[in-house]
T-cell receptor, first 114, second 114 residues
Framework: QQQVKQSPQSLIVQKGGISIINCAYE??????FPWYQQFPGKGPALLIA?????SEKKEGRFTISFNKSAKQFSLHIMDSQPGDSATYFC?????????????FGEGTQLTVNP | KAGVTQTPRYLIKTRGQQVTLSCSPI?????VSWYQQTPGQGLQFLFE???????NKGNFPGRFSGRQFSNSRSEMNVSTLELGDSALYLC?????????????FGPGTRLLVL
C-alpha cells in the first residue's frame, strides 16, 4: 500500500515534443506529491510539487496534473529539450510533524533527441 | 545559500567492515532524512531525524543506524557491511517536519562493498 507505480520506464522524444510521465498510488495518506530530476552522478533535484487539493500546477515548461479520485498524477514537459535528458522520479509523501517519508516511483529515463 | 553536503563522496569497504557517512543540511534546516538508491530497489527511505531524535524509520535491518547532532548535522552508520549494501546513500534536508515540507537532496555518498 506504500507503493508508487511509475511509467514508462524509459521515454524517447524529439526536441520540441511533449514528454509525459505517469504515476499511480494506493495509499490515501499521501498528501504531497513532488517530482525530482536526477542527472548521472548527482542527487535528485526538486522539479515541481503539488498538494492533493490542487488539480494542476504549472511552472515554466513543467506541469503536474493530479487526479485525486483516480489516485494518479502525471508530469508533462512541454517543448522538451536535450538538456532535459535525465531520470525523473515521482514521489509521494506521507506523515506529518510526528515523522514523514518520501515514497518514490521506479524512475523514468528520459532521452530528448536533438 | 549552500546546499546539502555529504562526505565522503566515494567510499570502498570490504564485507564485515563498518562505515560512517556524514551529512550537513542546508543552513537553517532542522530535519534530515536518509535514502538508499540502488538500481534494483530504487530510492528507499532509511530514516528521518529532527531535533536530534529519530522520527521515522524505514524497513532496513538494525545494522543501519543514524544520529543527529545539535547543529542538525547527521551521520549514518552501517555495521557488518554486506555486498548488497553497495549503493548511493542520499541525505535530504528540510526546514521542519511535515508532509508539505520540501526535501532537498545532497549529491550522495557512493559506497562500494567488496
Amino acid at each position: 500500500q506504500q507503493q508508487v507505480k511509475q511509467s514508462p520506464q524509459s521515454l524517447i522524444v524529439q526536441k520540441g515534443g511533449i514528454s509525459i510521465i505517469n504515476c499511480a498510488y494506493e495509499n490515501t495518506a499521501f498528501d504531497y506529491f513532488p517530482w525530482y530530476q536526477q542527472f548521472p552522478g548527482k542527487g535528485p533535484a526538486l522539479l515541481i510539487a503539488i498538494r492533493p487539493d490542487v488539480s494542476e500546477k504549472k511552472e515554466g515548461r513543467f506541469t503536474i496534473s493530479f487526479n485525486k479520485s483516480a489516485k494518479q498524477f502525471s508530469l508533462h514537459i512541454m517543448d522538451s529539450q536535450p538538456g532535459d535528458s535525465a531520470t525523473y522520479f515521482c514521489a509521494a509523501k506521507s506523515g506529518g510533524t510526528s515523522g514523514s517519508r518520501l515514497t518514490f516511483g521506479e524512475g523514468t529515463q528520459l532521452t530528448v533527441n536533438p | 545559500k549552500a546546499g546539502v553536503t555529504q562526505t565522503p563522496r566515494y567510499l570502498i569497504k570490504t564485507r564485515g567492515q563498518q562505515v560512517t557517512l556524514s551529512c550537513s543540511p542546508i543552513s537553517g534546516h532542522r530535519s534530515v532524512s536518509w535514502y538508499q538508491q540502488t538500481p534494483g530497489q530504487g530510492l528507499q527511505f532509511l530514516f528521518e531525524y529532527f531535533s536530534e531524535t529519530q522520527r521515522n524509520k524505514g524497513n532496513f535491518p538494525g545494522r543501519f543506524s543514524g544520529r543527529q547532532f545539535s547543529n542538525s548535522r547527521s551521520e549514518m552508520n552501517v555495521s557488518t557491511l554486506e555486498l548488497g549494501d553497495s549503493a548511493l546513500y542520499l541525505c535530504a534536508s528540510s526546514l521542519a517536519l511535515g508532509a508539505w515540507e520540501t526535501q532537498y537532496f545532497g549529491p550522495g555518498t557512493r559506497l562500494l562493498v567488496l
